[in-house]
């Protein structure tokens, strides 16, 4: 089985620029763990993931423990991280370093980077573009169809 068997090839990505906001209502309306950031020529230039949006030390947002709902909630204690926080752009958070396969990467490879990497999902690229996301939800998917009926594939 290979990454393109199971990766998702319908996906919502974002700009470098765009307002932080932007780029977490688009993880929860699309219901993605990570957005490809693009440029305006279409080409991968990072990933901002959920993880990405919490406890930013390196960006002086730094949230003591168990005050992260209150930040979230507009507690007075948080009001100046928070509207720093507002005007970030993606650009100053992303991962610039995606990690991604080729889409002719067998599971197997795409587990093992995953692992490495300690993280739930990777990009799959064609000749340098992204064509796909594939995560955990993909490969439990692709599971479950495999143990449901055994010898006719994924699809």
């Known amino acids: 089985m290979r990454a393109s068997d199971i990766m998702r090839t319908s996906f919502a990505t974002v ?12 993880l929860l309306e699309t219901n993605q763990r990570g957005l490809p950031v693009l440029d305006h ?7 901002i993931a959920e993880g990405d949006f919490l406890h930013r030390r ?11 709902l209150e930040w979230l909630l507009g507690r007075q204690e948080g009001e100046v991280a928070r509207e720093r926080t507002r005007g970030l752009k993606v650009e100053e958070v992303m991962s610039h ?18 692992d490495m990497h300690q993280i739930s999902q990777v990009l799959a690229l064609r000749n340098g573009q992204v064509v796909g996301i594939v995560g955990r939800v993909q490969m439990l998917t692709a599971l479950e ?3 449901r009926n055994p ?3 994924t699809r």
């Not at 020529?41 to 990933?47: A, D, E, P, S, T």
């Not at 002719?104 to 093992?112: G, L, Q, S």
Request: negative net charge; proline residues 7%; contains cysteine.
């Open 15 to 26: 700009r470098p620029e765009a307002p932080l906001l932007e780029a977490l209502h688009l």
């Open 58 to 68: 390196e960006l002086g947002v730094d949230y003591p423990e168990g005050f992260w």
């Open 145 to 147: 169809s495999c143990l």
């Open 97 to 114: 370093r995606p990690v991604c396969v080729d889409e002719n990467a067998t599971i197997d490879a795409v587990v093992k980077e995953m």
């Open 41 to 47: 020529g279409g080409v991968l230039v990072g990933i």
């Open 151 to 153: 010898g006719q594939g």
